[in-house]
């Protein structure tokens, strides 16, 4: 099944550009930035949007993961974790 699907890879447009419209029609921007976490693993992403006249865009910049260590370690300290990975 996938090897059928593999071959529709092409389709995918990933668009590198973060900002859609020249940076003069652009109204303002904000940069989003979420951390979180579970016993099991912890993450981060983080958005651009950005406000023009005529449309608002979100564009995704990164994310990041990591399993949570063997060694019990409390949530808090995991959400730490996944905030020092926000940064």
């Given at each position: 099944?996938?090897?059928?699907e593999?071959k529709?890879?092409?389709?995918?447009?990933?668009?590198?550009?973060?900002?859609?419209s020249p940076?003069?029609?652009?109204?303002?921007?904000?940069?989003h930035?979420?951390g979180?976490?579970s016993?099991?693993?912890?993450?981060?992403?983080?958005?651009?949007?950005?406000?023009?006249?005529?449309?608002?865009?979100?564009?995704f910049i990164?994310?990041?993961?990591?399993?949570?260590?063997?060694?019990?370690?409390?949530l808090?300290?995991?959400?730490?974790?996944?905030?020092l990975?926000?940064?």
């Open positions: 099944m996938w090897k059928r593999a529709n890879l092409w389709k995918i447009k990933i668009p590198r550009c973060l900002i859609p940076v003069e029609e652009t109204d303002s921007t904000e940069l930035v979420y979180d976490a016993k099991w693993a912890y993450g981060a992403v983080a958005y651009l949007k950005v406000i023009s006249k005529d449309k608002t865009t979100v564009r990164m994310s990041k993961s990591r399993v949570a260590p063997l060694k019990t370690i409390t808090p300290r995991l959400e730490l974790m996944a905030a990975i926000a940064a």
